[in-house]
T-cell receptor
Framework: DVKVTQSSRYLVKRTGEKVFLECVQD?????MFWYRQDPGLGLRLIYFSYDVKMKEKGDIPEGYSVSREKKERFSLILESASTNQTSMYLC??????????FGPGTRLTVL | DQQVKQNSPSLSVQEGRISILNCDYT??????FLWYKKYPAEGPTFLISISSIKDKNEDGRFTVFLNKSAKHLSLHIVPSQPGDSAVYFCAAKVYSSASKIIFGSGTRLSIRP
């Protein structure tokens, strides 16, 4: 059974803090993604990684960075958290062109 | 500019009836269309997909129809069951891109007894 796990389900941080969101997949997938989900906007791609140490910006990369040192782990970093980064963050990994497997999500609140 | 649009934020259907969720798109460079289902406090789960070279794909109670000339796709659920109550996202993958999947804003489906 495929599995994508995220380090926290709920997180509360203060403005200006550096925030790390971790994602681990156990399916040996090369492609991993970070999205954020906001009401009325659907899922928007922040960053994508197609291999270890390889990354590509998505639609809304500003204020975020990523790290992929190992194939199974993809981290999203908020360098200096701001209130407009309060959102649900979803990690996904993909095998075939049409199937992504999502983690349960991290609801981040920035105060 | 939203390339994938789900114009109905919510839909209520009686149990046992057909649920029809709609999605419109503007980009002709999509080669795959997908539907995802999301329960509260969980990540989306893949439901069904269709290649742009087809006009129908069926999987059990779920059927997706693609009308390329109208740039429209729909998901039919027959018969609707209480466990189908969730948010449904339509998504489209850009041709020749490994990463570019555009999601719609979602439709919340409620199945009433």
């Amino acid at each position: 059974d495929v599995k994508v796990t995220q380090s926290s389900r709920y997180l509360v941080k203060r403005t200006g803090e550096k925030v790390f969101l971790e994602c681990v997949q156990d399916m040996d997938h090369e492609n991993m993604f970070w999205y954020r989900q906001d009401p009325g906007l659907g899922l928007r791609l922040i960053y994508f990684s197609y291999d270890v140490k390889m990354k590509e910006k998505g639609d809304i990369p500003e204020g975020y960075s990523v790290s992929r040192e190992k194939k199974e782990r993809f981290s999203l970093i908020l360098e200096s958290a701001s209130t407009n980064q309060t959102s649900m963050y979803l990690c996904a990994s993909r095998s075939s062109p049409d199937t992504q497997y999502f983690g349960p999500g991290t609801r981040l609140t920035v105060l | 500019d939203q390339q994938v649009k789900q114009n109905s934020p919510s839909l209520s259907v009686q149990e046992g009836r057909i649920s029809i969720l709609n999605c419109d798109y503007t980009n002709s460079m999509f080669d795959y269309f997908l539907w995802y289902k999301k329960y509260p406090a969980e990540g989306p789960t893949f439901l069904i997909s269709i290649s742009s070279i087809k006009d129908k794909n069926e999987d059990g109670r779920f059927t997706v129809f693609l009308n390329k000339s109208a740039k429209h796709l729909s998901l039919h659920i027959v018969p609707s069951q209480p466990g189908d109550s969730a948010v449904y996202f339509c998504a489209a993958k850009v041709y020749s891109s490994a990463s570019k999947i555009i999601f719609g804003s979602g439709t919340r489906l409620s199945i009433r007894p």
